[in-house]
């Protein structure tokens, strides 16, 4: 009895750990992430993990080669533009050595072409350009920082799931020592023995799942964040707060990077319209020429006729271009109120799936601490103890993987809106 008394009095003490009782109400949304676990292969030599931020995770994706260059190119291409001069003239020069009765001769021309007509369309041009490259870099940078915001509550996730199942293995490891105790004292049954090395096993089982899904969450907030693969990451701090009422939005970025691409091909031909059908254009210059025997010089002054150019075939694909990019942009303007109508339930079905969490937590908190007063008095088995025990272990782990939801939810919606995200 004396064996018995001892087990039962370490699994009451050792459940009170695992089965604090929670208020109904909604616990803070951002509790902070435990330390990352062990790795799951001392064996393996690896690099210390280093800690991460949510802000770090996106500053750090805003940094990536790719996004970085794809910033860079819009930018030089905006100041290009703006410090291009406005109907600069096109210059020629001709020479003609020849002869002529008096023997060597020679004719020179410097000309001088003035085309504002032509020059207007291709600065609108070369301006829609830019601003649509620019729009491009904004869309790319926003996909970028979802992907990073992603991997990081991957990885959060991951890491508060394996802390969870831990500590219960170290439960589990306790109690099936004393129902092995209690076992070779007779005091105990062989069920709940076998019922307490199989819940053993299975967390056991359940940490070599949970480090391998550490792990691969690790690698994908390294690819994210452009970090080497062989450096350890894990997710620290808290988890951010986004808008929760952030409804209206902006135009989405992938929006206005169509617009912009309609608007460039439209300037673009505008600009090889002008090309092709050209209006009359000044010509200012000088001439000389000359023999062996006499030189004079000239002022040029002219003007080109309108006419048909090659270009003509050039300005027609350049309209059936543009024209496409205008449907297109008319289409992703429904898409997008689609889009916004997804993203705005998946917060509403994200928040309404962490409340029934914490109920289903909390009830089954109350279970356990039920059932551990019934084992100490005599009235129900170990088994019946453990399988609310994995009943609580799930509910925690689910309601942990809500909490992620919930903010990927949000930090979706808000980046997607183009707004920055609040730690």
Excluded: C, I
């Excluded at 803070?28 to 393996?44: C, D, G, N, Q, R």
């Excluded at 550490?214 to 970090?227: D, I, K, N, W, Y």
């Excluded at 050039?314 to 997008?336: D, I, W, Y």
């Excluded at 009943?391 to 990927?408: I, S």
């Amino acid at each position: 009895m004396l064996a018995k008394a001892l087990f039962v009095g370490l699994l009451g003490s050792s459940a009170a750990a695992l089965a604090q009782p929670s208020p109904l109400a909604a616990p803070p949304l951002l509790p902070p992430p435990s330390p990352a676990a062990e790795p799951p292969h001392p064996a393996v030599d690896r690099a210390p993990p280093r800690a991460l931020t949510f802000q770090q995770a996106l500053a750090a994706s805003d940094r990536l080669p790719a996004l970085t260059a794809h910033t860079s190119a819009a930018t030089r291409w905006r100041d290009a533009v703006a410090r291009a001069p406005l109907g600069r003239p096109a210059w020629s020069l001709a020479a003609a050595p020849g002869l002529d009765d008096t023997g060597p001769a020679w004719q020179a021309e410097l000309t001088a072409t003035f085309a504002p007509s032509r020059a207007r369309p291709a600065r609108a041009a070369a301006t829609a350009a830019a601003q649509a490259m620019a729009a491009e870099a904004q869309m790319s940078r926003a996909s970028h920082r979802r992907l990073a915001a992603r991997a990081w509550l991957a990885a959060w996730s991951a890491q508060e799931r394996l802390a969870l199942a831990d500590a219960e293995r170290e439960q589990a490891a306790a109690l099936a020592a004393l129902a092995h105790r209690a076992r070779a004292l007779t005091e105990g049954t062989a069920v709940e023995e076998a019922a307490a090395e199989a819940y053993l096993a299975e967390l056991e089982l359940a940490h070599l799942g949970l480090e391998g899904e550490q792990l691969e969450a690790a690698l994908t907030l390294a690819e994210a964040t452009g970090a080497e693969a062989s450096a350890a990451l894990r997710a620290q701090g808290d988890l951010p707060q986004p808008a929760a009422s952030e409804r209206a939005v902006a135009q989405p970025l992938a929006l206005a990077a169509r617009a912009a691409q309609a608007a460039a091909e439209e300037a673009s031909r505008r600009a090889t319209e002008a090309q092709s059908h050209a209006r009359p254009q000044l010509l200012l210059g000088v001439r000389g020429e000359g023999n062996q025997q006499t030189a004079a010089g000239f002022v040029v002054l002219g003007f080109t006729l309108p006419g048909q150019e090659p270009g003509g075939l050039a300005s027609v694909a350049a309209r059936a271009e543009a024209e496409r990019l205008v449907g297109l942009a008319q289409s992703l303007r429904h898409r997008a109120a689609v889009e916004q109508t997804r993203v705005d339930h998946e917060v509403e079905h994200a928040e309404a799936t962490l409340r029934a969490e914490l109920v289903r937590t909390a009830a089954l908190e109350r279970q356990v601490a039920a059932l551990e007063g019934a084992r100490r008095a005599g009235e129900v088995m170990l088994p019946e103890l453990l399988q609310a025990r994995r009943a609580l272990l799930a509910a925690r782990a689910g309601k942990v993987r809500a909490q992620a939801e919930a903010v990927r939810a949000r930090v979706d919606r808000s980046l997607l809106a183009g707004h920055e995200v609040s730690p």
